[in-house]
């Protein structure tokens, strides 16, 4: 059973669209991630999601916005879609102050 | 300022070989966590240390943390073909709460049969 699952795998769009993007975790974790992974590999934390309360990365500009309809969900929304977002963008999760388990990844790009 | 520095960038060896990588950071941390990265793939756990902690093991992996440094060192003992991947260093940091790790920019690793 895959643990932490995202959906779609590759997102091709058009520039001022919106999207999103689906995590699911079944580890039973009570915080999930979304980190972006840019052209160079360098990985951000974006969000933080846990007991409902969200801890943003200031950088991240407000066209994006998670949200969790419950634990075991966290999904990306993002507003209005520029050039520079394409990304790979990762969802994880974790146990407190643990480890975390990443998704398989989702390949943004904008065109 | 970015948190979590891996050396060397990139590290190329021949099979059989060790592998060492090493990561610094900049302020307090909880734990230190190493991650592998196959081309085109998610990350995968390998290791975490905590911040009391000094060395830890896992089959072939062996990392050491430097609080006072703050530094740690990922060693892979008889590397393998299969052990090619881009190794990520990443930091829980003290007090962050539930706000994610910081990733390092990632080591390189090829292992030349």
């Known amino acids: 059973d895959t643990a932490v699952s995202q959906t779609p795998k590759y997102l091709v769009t058009q520039m001022g669209n919106d999207k999103s993007i689906k995590c699911e975790q079944n580890?039973?974790?009570?915080?999930m991630y979304w980190y972006k992974q840019d052209s160079k590999k360098f990985l951000k934390i974006m969000f933080s999601?846990?007991?409902?309360?969200?801890?943003i990365n200031e950088t991240v500009p407000n066209r994006f916005s998670p949200k969790s309809p419950d634990k075991a969900h966290l999904n990306l929304h993002i507003n209005s879609l520029e050039l520079g977002d394409s990304a790979v963008y990762f969802c994880?999760?974790?146990?407190?102050?643990?480890?975390?388990?990443f998704g398989p990844g989702t390949r943004l790009t904008v065109l | 300022s970015q948190q979590g520095e891996e050396d060397p960038q990139a590290l190329s060896i021949q099979e059989g070989e060790n592998a060492t990588m090493n990561c610094s950071y900049k302020?307090?941390?909880?734990?230190l966590q190493w991650y592998r990265q196959n081309s085109g793939r998610g990350l995968v756990h390998l290791i975490l240390?905590?911040?009391?902690?000094r060395e830890k093991h896992s089959g072939r992996l062996r990392v050491t943390l430097d609080t006072s440094k703050k530094s740690s060192s990922l060693l892979i003992t008889a590397s393998r073909a299969a052990d090619t991947a881009s190794y990520f260093c990443?930091?829980?940091?003290?007090?962050?709460?539930?706000?994610?790790?910081?990733f390092g920019k990632g080591t390189h690793l090829i292992i030349q049969p």
């Open positions: 994880a999760s974790s146990q407190e102050v643990n480890e975390q388990f």
């Open positions: 580890l039973g974790h009570d915080t």
């Open positions: 999601y846990n007991n409902k309360e969200l801890i």
């Open positions: 302020t307090s941390i909880n734990n």
């Open positions: 240390i905590r911040s009391n902690e």
């Open positions: 990443a930091t829980d940091t003290e007090g962050g709460g539930a706000d994610g790790l910081t």
